[in-house]
C-alpha cells in the first residue's frame, strides 16, 4: 500500500489544481508556478502510484474515471488541510485578506481604502492582486471581489451591484463625436480579454460592431484606459475602471447612455467559514462604496 512517504505533496497539489481547473495553465497561475513544472509533477506522481491519473490528448488533459475519484478525495483533504491549519492559526479578527483583479484594484480600490482605514483602524488589510481565481476554500484568503455572472462552484457568493459600460475619450478626441455613428471615424481601443464588446453598447443605439475601424489592442484594461487619456482611442470603459479619470478630466464620456453588461461586481467568500467582524465590516464598506459610485 502506497504512504504519502512515497508520493510528494508538491505532485498531489498539482494532480489536484490540474484536475479541479481543468487546465496545466490555469494550475499553474493558482499555484504560482510554470506549465512545465505542472507537468512534471503530475508526470512524477502517476509514476509513482504506478497509474495513470490524466488521458492526453489534442484538447489537453482529461482525468480518467480513476483520476476523477483521486482528484475529488484530494480537493476534499487539500480542503480539510486548510480548515485545520486555519484552527491552528486562530486567525486575528483585525487580519484581513482580499484577493482582487489588478486592475480594479489598481484603478479603483486602492484609493478608496484609506476609508476603511480610518472608519475601521484596528483591522489590516492586505490585497493579493492576482489574475487568476483564488479558491478562498483552500487558501488563507478571506473575501474575493470578483467581475462576472456569480457562478463560482463551492463559494458563497454575493452580488454588489451590476457593471454598466460607456464609451470614454480624451477631450479633444470627443470633440469628433457628435453622434454614436461617429465612432465608425475614430480609432477603437480594444481588449481581447473583455467579458464583453461594443455591441454592448451599440446596439441599444441601433447600431453593430462591424461599423468600428481599427485601434490599437492591449490585453490590460487599465493601460487600454491609458491609452484613451492619451488621446489614442475611444475605450469602451466601466464605472470603476474610469470614474476617478472621468472626475478629474483625464477622459470624458462623449455620449449619455450607459449599459448594462450582464455581469456584475460579486462579494465571494468560503463557503463553510464563517464570517469574522473584519470580513463583515469590510463587506459593508464595499457596498457603500459601490453603491455610491456615480449613476447614469
Not at 505532485?11 to 490555469?26: D, I, K, Y
Not at 453622434?179 to 447600431?207: C, E, K, Q, S, T
Not at 478630466?249 to 461586481?265: L, Q
Amino acid at each position: 500500500m502506497l504512504n504519502l512517504r512515497q508520493v510528494h505533496l508538491k505532485g498531489l497539489r498539482a494532480v489536484e489544481a490540474v484536475g479541479r481547473l481543468g487546465s496545466m495553465r490555469a494550475a499553474a497561475d493558482e499555484l504560482g508556478v510554470t506549465v512545465g513544472a505542472v507537468s512534471q509533477q503530475v508526470l512524477k506522481t502517476e509514476e509513482q502510484i504506478g497509474r495513470t491519473l490524466f488521458a492526453r490528448g489534442p484538447k489537453g488533459l482529461r482525468p480518467t474515471p480513476l483520476g476523477e475519484e483521486v482528484v475529488r478525495r484530494l480537493t476534499a483533504g487539500f480542503g480539510e488541510l486548510a480548515a485545520a491549519l486555519a484552527l491552528a492559526d486562530q486567525r486575528r479578527d483585525d487580519a484581513l485578506t482580499v484577493s482582487v483583479a489588478p486592475v480594479l484594484a489598481g484603478k479603483w480600490l486602492v484609493w478608496r481604502l484609506h476609508r476603511f482605514a480610518e472608519a475601521h483602524p484596528a483591522v489590516r488589510v492586505r490585497l493579493d492582486a492576482s489574475l487568476g481565481l483564488v479558491d478562498p476554500n483552500l487558501t488563507d484568503v478571506d473575501a474575493c471581489i470578483r467581475v462576472g455572472w456569480g457562478d463560482w462552484p463551492g463559494v458563497r457568493a454575493e452580488k454588489l451591484r451590476d457593471q454598466r459600460v460607456f464609451p470614454v475619450c480624451s477631450p479633444a478626441m470627443a470633440q469628433l463625436l457628435r453622434a454614436p455613428a461617429d465612432l465608425a471615424r475614430v480609432p477603437i481601443i480594444r481588449d481581447p480579454h473583455a467579458m464583453f464588446g461594443w455591441d454592448v453598447w451599440l446596439r441599444p443605439n441601433g447600431l453593430d460592431e462591424a461599423i468600428l475601424g481599427d485601434g490599437p489592442t492591449f490585453s490590460d484594461a487599465g493601460l487600454g484606459l491609458d491609452a484613451a487619456i492619451a488621446g489614442h482611442g475611444v475605450l469602451l470603459g466601466w464605472e470603476t475602471l474610469v470614474v476617478d479619470a472621468l472626475a478629474m478630466g483625464r477622459v470624458v464620456a462623449p455620449f449619455p447612455d450607459r449599459y448594462e453588461t450582464g455581469i456584475g461586481y460579486w462579494f465571494v467568500e468560503p463557503l463553510h467559514t464563517p464570517r469574522t467582524p473584519a470580513v463583515r465590516a469590510f463587506r459593508t464598506w464595499l457596498k457603500a462604496e459601490l453603491a455610491d459610485a456615480p449613476a447614469a
